[in-house]
């Protein structure tokens, strides 16, 4: 069916109009945006006067895979949720399982270097699942450099990964800080040879551990300046911690060089994955002014007691997700330095979205409003709406315009080289794929909290996929699952 919203004021940053104005869909495509639009016979007519309509926010680090996930992020005003940070093994899997399941959003994923190197490394066999994937992170022996053939192999693993329509390279990079700077400059000839992004969890920074074998921001700009690749550094707010001008500075000055490096961020000041990474380990922590205190366990809320209990879980329970507090985003310091950062020019929200853990182990449900006891990150909930809400109304640092250039048209660029079916996203012009959100601007905003992650957004009033409805009058719809996948096309 075709759909004219009429009368909300429409936001387009691929052009830079906002004006109040009409916006018709036809065959889940943008058929015209003006004012006075004529309803075809048969459109359902959608009045959205004082509301904001924009192009659906595409979060490139989502972690979620599951129809509850796609939910809580559809809430949020996500139209394409993309693993790009870590990503999944084999490709042709991951599509495939997705496809079968049925997603509420759009969905993709990269290359993951982490399990092309375990599966080189330990033998591990690769799922595509994201449970396994957490597990191998506790595992010490796939953190450590490659010799000359095993290099070879995974990168060979990863040229199939990208022929096969992987969105570029997963780079988890943070959780083997030691292995040799060489291989990660390896990846990035090979990404760029392919004509696609890298995008990057970086290592330690020398501020954090001055025996680092690289900088982790500094390794960043030299792979982007000698290969010529386009670098994406994931989630800097959380990999920077109080060192994020310095940080920022770096990556500025590769971009005014014109490095192929951009940036993204997300509005909290603690992050979430598997307790048994290396950078949860008790002499990291340290590093980093941080103690086991910091870290808690997100299906039960414990927190650990000391260095015993936090050895003890990483060893009996090396996946297990967990909490990571960086920094207090309840005090000046802690806001003052998430809003310089989100402030950043051309910095991206991403999301980095976690899956719901429920104490059965399982990670998907088809029950909405979700079941009770199931636990994550907020950030899976609220990241779009809390930026918002922090930037848009609350300090007046980013106009409507600027909120959807670094929701949706920023993210959707970064795509636009090796995944064609990017460049009809993030924006609203004539042919552009019908994945729209529609905001209420007064009472958009994020609810969850770390005691309560699965509680979700309000102020999406209507969320559309393909120009399928996803939201509807602020309410779920249950029986849509319009997603399609976003795949790669190696150059």
Request: net charge negative; proline share 7%.
């Amino acid at each position: 069916m075709d759909t004219l919203l009429r009368g909300g004021r429409v936001v387009d940053p691929g052009v830079g109009f906002d004006e109040i104005a009409d916006v018709l869909v036809s065959s889940g495509k943008i058929a015209a945006v003006g004012p006075g639009l004529d309803a075809p016979p048969g459109a359902a007519v959608v009045d959205v006067t004082g509301m904001i309509v924009g192009p659906g926010f595409v979060d490139l680090h989502s972690h979620v895979h599951s129809i509850a996930g796609h939910r809580l992020q559809a809430m949020d005003g996500v139209t394409t949720a993309l693993d790009l940070e870590a990503g999944l093994m084999p490709i042709a899997r991951a599509y495939a399982d997705a496809a079968q399941a049925g997603r509420p959003l759009n969905y993709g994923f990269s290359a993951s270097w982490g399990m092309a190197r375990a599966q080189v490394l330990l033998g591990a066999e690769p799922d595509a699942g994201i449970q396994s994937a957490l597990a191998v992170l506790g595992d010490p022996a796939w953190r450590r450099s490659s010799s000359p053939s095993e290099l070879t192999a995974w990168l060979s693993l990863l040229e199939n990964e990208i022929a096969a329509g992987a969105l570029g390279i997963g780079v988890l990079m943070g959780y083997a800080p030691t292995s040799e700077p060489a291989e990660f400059l390896a990846v990035a000839a090979l990404a760029a040879r392919a004509g696609v992004p890298t995008y990057t969890h970086v290592r330690e920074l020398v501020e954090v551990d001055p025996e680092t074998p690289i900088d982790g921001s500094e390794e960043i700009v030299r792979a982007a300046g000698e290969t010529g690749a386009a670098m994406h550094h994931c989630h800097v707010n959380s990999t920077s911690g109080f060192h994020i001008d310095r940080v920022l500075g770096t990556l500025d000055r590769a971009r005014q060089a014109g490095s192929r490096v951009t940036v993204e961020t997300y509005p909290y000041g603690a992050g979430s994955t598997a307790i048994g990474a290396a950078f949860i380990s008790p002499e990291r922590l340290k590093m980093k002014g941080l103690g086991p205190s910091n870290v808690i366990l997100l299906e039960t809320g414990e927190r650990m007691a000391d260095e015993k209990r936090l050895l003890e879980v990483r060893r009996t329970s090396p996946g297990a997700p967990c909490l990571l507090e960086n920094y207090d985003e309840t005090k000046a310091e802690g806001r003052a330095m998430m809003r310089r950062t989100l402030a950043f020019p051309d910095a991206i929200v991403g999301s980095d979205a976690m899956p719901v853990f429920w104490p059965d182990g399982h990670i998907e449900s088809t029950e909405w409003p979700l079941p009770p006891g199931g636990s994550t990150h907020p950030r899976t909930a609220g990241t779009f709406t809390k930026s918002l809400r922090l930037m848009v109304r609350e300090t007046g640092a980013w106009t409507w315009l600027e909120a959807f250039r670094r929701c949706s048209y920023l993210p959707a660029r970064v795509l636009d080289d090796c995944a064609p079916g990017a460049r009809a996203k993030g924006h609203l012009g004539v042919g552009a794929d019908a994945d729209i959100v529609v905001l209420d601007p007064e009472r958009v905003t994020d609810t969850a909290t770390y005691a309560d992650g699965t509680r979700p957004a309000v102020g999406v009033q209507h969320l559309y996929v393909a120009g399928i409805s996803v939201v509807r009058q602020g309410e779920l719809q249950t029986d849509a699952l319009p997603g399609q996948p976003l795949r790669g096309e190696a150059r």
